[in-house]
């Protein structure tokens, strides 16, 4: 991708409300027009036009008519969501809780606390019948499983679709574009923490330096936003931007990201031999920044480690069949196998 394609995210926070309009149409055209469902037309929007948010307004009015959000169908193409089945999930609904369902609960309860606006239009029940439904589907003897973290991931998709979309967008993404996440030693996100070190040790050998000299690698203060796509990071109207990056160029991308978040830290870092104090609580997203360093730290990193970056989150992966939810993958080059969608609402 040319630089001058990121250029614009500079100016995001400049689009008055008649340039979020044209962008918003530019969106729909390419999703519901003549030629709806090009992938690389929506991967260069995702880069030179950032979809505008939905207001308050708009979204209630969505919600209270059961529809799905421009962001929704966005999200719904670039996975490659190729089957949304009501009556598979009713049926999978209708089993109750599973074997995870405790700690499902003791999970949900926490779920983006003290976001109203998430509150308002997404219930707790919601989330509970999309996780169990999920280890449902999958099944005990799968190697994949809810692990800890899965209830912020599922959270953004009801946040912008219907329950039952979200229920196979979620499926899709976590069984088939990080797979190794949900395996049940994580070793997909472990592994990412791994490849966080590698990375920053190539990008900024200081700062990896003087925390590897304090004992302060990757798997410490990495493995919650990268196992959970950075979701259990506020605010949530900058998740969603991030998550359209991720999901046009692929969710691997997580690891640069977090290498582009974690160092916003870096005079801090570096001023101190406690560095935990400083990564406890990494701070907020801020998309414009994280996404234009992590291209930049994308040009950095050697052919050998970026290839290893794409395949940790599937190499892998669990033997779950992966009929019933299509199957589709991104490639190094963030190309999918199957460009078709034939999905949802």
Not at 165 to 187: C, G, Q, W
């Amino acid at each position: 991708v040319s630089d001058s394609c990121w250029q614009p995210w500079l100016f995001r926070s400049r689009l008055g409300p008649y340039l979020e309009m044209a962008a918003l149409h530019l969106y729909e055209d390419a999703l519901f027009g003549e030629k709806a469902g090009s992938l690389s037309t929506l991967r260069r929007l995702v880069l030179k036009t950032p979809l505008p948010l939905e207001s308050e307004a708009e979204q209630d009015a969505r919600v209270e008519e059961g529809g799905c959000s421009t962001r929704g169908f966005l999200w719904k193409v670039l996975l490659g969501v190729s089957k949304v089945d009501a009556d598979m999930y009713i049926n999978l609904v209708k089993k109750g809780p599973s074997s995870q369902h405790d700690k499902i609960i003791n999970d949900t309860c926490r779920t983006l606390r003290g976001n109203k606006r998430f509150e308002k239009n997404v219930t707790e029940d919601s989330l509970i019948r999309v996780l169990n439904a999920f280890v449902h589907f999958v099944g005990d003897k799968s190697d994949c499983t809810y692990v800890q973290g899965l209830n912020v991931v599922a959270a953004p998709f009801l946040y912008t679709m219907p329950e039952v979309d979200a229920f196979f967008a979620f499926t899709k993404l976590v069984l088939h574009h990080i797979p190794l996440y949900t395996e049940k030693r994580i070793i997909g996100a472990y592994r990412g923490c791994d490849l966080f070190d590698d990375v920053l040790k190539a990008v900024d050998s200081q700062l990896a330096s003087h925390l590897q000299q304090r004992s302060h690698q990757g798997r410490i203060f990495a493995l919650k936003p990268i196992l959970s796509l950075g979701a259990g990071i506020p605010p949530l109207d900058q998740l969603l931007r991030i998550w359209d990056f991720l999901f046009a160029f692929g969710p691997h991308l997580i690891v640069l990201c977090t290498v582009a978040h974690v160092r916003k830290l870096r005079d801090d870092l570096l001023k101190t031999d406690k560095p935990n104090e400083h990564t406890r609580t990494l701070p907020d997203w801020d998309a414009e920044y994280v996404i234009n360093e992590a291209h930049r730290i994308a040009k950095l990193v050697p052919p050998s480690l970026y290839e290893k970056i794409v395949r940790h989150t599937f190499e892998e992966a669990s033997s779950v069949d992966d009929s019933q939810v299509g199957v589709s993958r991104l490639s190094l080059k963030g190309s999918v196998k199957n460009k078709t969608w034939a999905g949802g609402k």
